[in-house]
């Protein structure tokens, strides 16, 4: 079965930095493109970033740009999220995620079909 685990998350303050890790199993990892989502408290689940399946192109949500970092490792079946910058509003619980089909690029809740359990990110002020 597909198993994406996010790990990573925790407190830090204001300007700081933090790297979030995905490690998938049971996919054919390096012929999907990968996702990072967010929910914050009350909001609903919006795109961070993605990478595609050879790291070869990434976007960005515009909040995000120029702070985060979106990698992958295929020999290691894993997808990072370099946090720089923090901000308050950062605060969220991220999960990782794969769309439905290999060869992809998506930016939707909707065009995900595998998710991790989320590793919940708080930045204070």
């Known amino acids: 079965q597909v198993q994406l685990v996010e790990s990573g998350g925790g407190l830090v303050q204001a300007g700081g930095s933090l790297t979030l890790s995905c490690a998938a199993s049971g996919l054919p990892f390096s012929t999907y493109g990968m996702d990072w989502f967010r929910q914050a408290p009350g909001k609903e689940r919006m795109f961070v970033a993605v990478?595609?399946?050879?790291?070869?192109?990434?976007f960005y949500a515009n909040s995000v740009k120029g702070r985060f970092t979106i990698s992958r490792d295929n020999a290691k079946n894993t997808v990072y999220l370099q946090m720089n910058s923090l901000k308050p509003d950062d605060t969220a619980v991220y999960y990782c995620?794969?769309?439905?089909?290999?060869?992809?690029?998506?930016?939707?809740?909707?065009?995900?079909?595998?998710w991790g359990k989320g590793t919940l990110v708080t930045v204070s002020s």
């Open positions: 990478v595609s399946w050879n790291g070869g192109s990434t």
């Open positions: 995620a794969a769309p439905t089909t290999p060869y992809s690029i998506r930016q939707t809740t909707y065009g995900m079909n595998y």
